[in-house]
């Protein structure tokens, strides 16, 4: 009886391996999760967009933490520095979580979240007059999947121009 | 059975006159011996027939109204309606005087009879109720109303039933608000809606051309309590469900969100995020003066009040993670009370007193429970992929949620809806809506 179940599972495997053609496209996807994460932290640059060149508008962050990562601080020196340069800019931190929490506490988490950007430019120069706090707790997800990669890309702050 | 059958002859030999509680339904096990009922359609004259299908398009509103009643009660778990094809007694004598043996002959131990007329322009309805086994009238009444009401009238002798016969409120007579949903998740479309608690008359009450979320009843009226995104402002609302009419009352500089009225209806309680920190407020709907009740740098959030009004359970993660405390109404004596394994969300407040429901995230499962005010008796009624935001029925039996499931098994796209499980752990459903649903909340009983 077990036999032929783990019979059976063994064939599933090797005909799922078939249509794949010899596993190519999962071998893809496995080497991409590991290269786009740190800890569970996204480091790829998929959904990134740009303020200007060189400095990308959005920074990542690990399940339930609003700290920012050595890459972050990079990010945000880079979007102080043109800030301070464009001094007629002002901008908006969107602050968001992943979908596996409860919503009231992810609106005030994506708030924190933001906010520690906010500090962190503030601390490189940037007015806090010039810069607006808006939540969207799990309400915005920019990848709708549901697995670790996915939810990676949506634990994020992104500066987005206000005028 | 036979141990059923001697318990009400006891009963009869105890209290021969007083007729109360012929029939017992233990509401506290589950649903595992519904107590089989026929549920016989209300009788109606030819007269009235007719102008109630020219009023309401309906052709035998007798019918209709008792189909509501079979199906609340069939949806406690409580009750078993028996098929109407084994009904031996027609409708309009079994009214007059139900001949108990046929009755009892198809296994009903209770009888619904009544009818239903066409007077001056209203509906008048009057229902029996009776104990099968005891040859016994358990309850009579009789109401009045405007024949656009068709549908209460059902839930409101569905609500006489139950009470009659569990000895606590019903909770048929209520509605649900909620948040109707449609679109790719990444730009949801969210519209508040609002129906009867069987799903029936739903209604929109917004277009959906701002993100709502969160929606409460206000439980002594018919206002709500919501967060909007208005202006890409998100705000605590009051929104007055007869009138329309809406007003931002949370009109801080920062978020205010996780709005919930106190058991008098006469305050908000809500939280206010800025500079990364959320703590808890109170706005009075009359004086609108603002008192702060929490004042901590972590997150505090989703407060609800106990029914007395003295204390209030709330979300915070000053432990460094998700977890539930409870203080006094003023803020004084905070103690946590969740101390299971996972993070801990969402509690709210049983209208008894005796419990609070959370939501609990664990190993990557969402859980539904509830635990005792001082945090032990856990007991966890449901677990899924993803399942948030209990509400309480207003007998504080029955809680209402919702889950989001995946649409198929490689976890591509998703449907929410709304669904109720009893106390118990039993008796989980689904609940029908339109579209989409999320974040429900119950009202109290429209009528008493």
């Known amino acids: ?163 | 059975m036979i141990k059923k059958i001697i318990t009400l002859f006891l009963f009869l030999i105890l209290i021969p006159i007083n007729s109360y509680a012929l029939i017992e339904v233990d509401i506290t096990r589950g649903n595992l011996d519904p107590l089989p009922i026929a549920v016989s359609p209300l009788s109606i004259d030819e007269k009235s027939r007719k102008s109630f299908e020219k009023v309401l398009k309906k052709k035998n509103i007798g019918e209709e109204i008792s189909s509501i009643v079979e199906n609340n009660l069939s949806t406690s778990g409580l009750f078993n309606p028996l098929s109407k094809d084994a009904f031996l007694q027609a409708p309009d004598i079994a009214n007059l005087k139900p001949r108990f043996e046929d009755w009892n002959l198809i296994k009903a131990q209770a009888l619904i009879t009544g009818k239903v007329n066409y007077v001056d322009d209203k509906l008048r309805v009057e229902f029996r109720l009776w104990d099968v086994l005891a040859a016994k009238e358990m309850m009579a009444l009789a109401f009045t109303t405007v024949p656009s009401n068709w549908r209460r009238v059902g839930h409101i002798i569905s609500d006489k039933v139950y009470e009659r016969l569990t000895g606590e409120k019903g909770y048929f007579d209520t509605r649900i608000i909620y948040v109707a949903e449609e679109g790719p998740k990444t730009q949801r479309i969210k519209k508040l809606a609002i129906m009867d608690q069987d799903g029936f008359n739903n209604k929109f009450l917004t277009l959906g051309n701002e993100l709502v979320l969160t929606p409460r009843f206000n439980p002594t009226s018919q206002m709500v309590t919501y967060l909007s995104y208005f202006k890409n402002l998100p705000r605590v609302y009051l929104l007055d469900i007869e009138t329309g009419t809406q007003e931002v009352v949370g009109d801080f500089p920062g978020m205010t969100f996780a709005p919930r009225f106190s058991p008098d209806g006469k305050k908000i309680i809500m939280s206010f995020a800025k500079d990364g920190k959320s703590d808890i407020y109170t706005m009075d709907l009359e004086n609108r003066i603002v008192d702060r009740i929490t004042n901590h740098p972590s997150i505090d959030t989703s407060p609800s009040y106990s029914p007395d009004g003295k204390y209030i359970t709330f979300n915070s993660d000053r432990s460094g993670y998700q977890q539930i405390y409870i203080m006094k109404s003023d803020g004084s004596d905070v103690k946590r009370i969740s101390f299971g394994n996972g993070l801990y969300g969402t509690p709210v407040w049983s209208p008894r007193g005796d419990l609070i429901a959370f939501t609990k995230l664990h190993k990557g499962k969402f859980y539904i429970g509830v635990m005792r005010t001082d945090g032990k008796g856990e007991r966890l009624l449901t677990e899924n992929y993803y399942q948030e935001a209990p509400s309480w029925s207003p007998n504080g039996r029955v809680l209402i949620f919702y889950r989001e499931t995946k649409t198929n098994d490689k976890g591509e796209g998703f449907t929410a809806k709304l669904w109720s499980i009893d106390l118990t752990g039993y008796n989980e459903r689904q609940i029908k809506t339109p579209n989409d649903a999320s974040d429900p909340s119950w009202s109290s009983l429209l009528s008493n």
């Open chain 1, 1 to 163: 009886m077990i036999l032929s179940k783990i019979f059976k599972n063994t064939l599933i495997v090797l005909a799922a391996c078939l249509v794949l053609s010899a596993c190519a496209t999962k071998k893809e996807i496995a080497t991409d999760i590991k290269g786009s994460m740190q800890g569970d932290v996204y480091t790829g640059t998929d959904t990134v967009e740009y303020l200007a060149e060189g400095v990308p508008d959005r920074v990542f962050f690990a399940t339930n933490e609003s700290i920012l990562t050595t890459a972050s601080r990079e990010t945000l020196r880079a979007q102080a520095a043109w800030m301070r340069k464009n001094s007629s800019i002002n901008v908006v931190l969107e602050g968001h979580a992943d979908e596996r929490g409860t919503r009231e506490y992810n609106l005030a988490l994506g708030e924190r979240r933001a906010n520690a950007a906010k500090d962190y430019l503030m601390t490189y120069g940037v007015s806090s007059d010039r810069i607006t706090v808006l939540s969207y707790g799990k309400e915005r997800p920019v990848d709708s999947g549901s697995n670790p990669l996915s939810w990676s890309k949506n634990r994020r702050s992104v500066t987005v121009k206000a005028n």
